[in-house]
């Protein structure tokens, strides 16, 4: 019991969902996107290269590259 209610769906041999159609840090953690759209927000700027670091660290394609995207 280490999970606190999810589903710790990026296991490879845990299938949980069928398919993810928004944003897989969403999932996982901290949805970094959305952080990001917030924080742009409130007039607070962050490395422009946030897609490219969630794909780094998930090896999946960030589906919102532009600010101002809440997922």
Not at 13 to 34: D, I, K, S, T
Not at 54 to 65: D, K, L, V
């Amino acid at each position: 019991l280490d999970k606190a209610g999810s589903y710790a769906i990026q296991h490879t041999g845990f299938h949980p969902v069928q398919e993810l159609a928004r944003c897989y840090a969403n999932v996982v953690g901290l949805p970094l996107c959305a952080v990001a759209a917030l924080l742009h927000s409130m007039g607070i700027e962050i490395s422009p290269q946030l897609p490219a670091l969630c794909y780094q660290h998930f090896g999946y394609q960030c589906p919102a590259p532009d600010k101002g995207i809440l997922l």
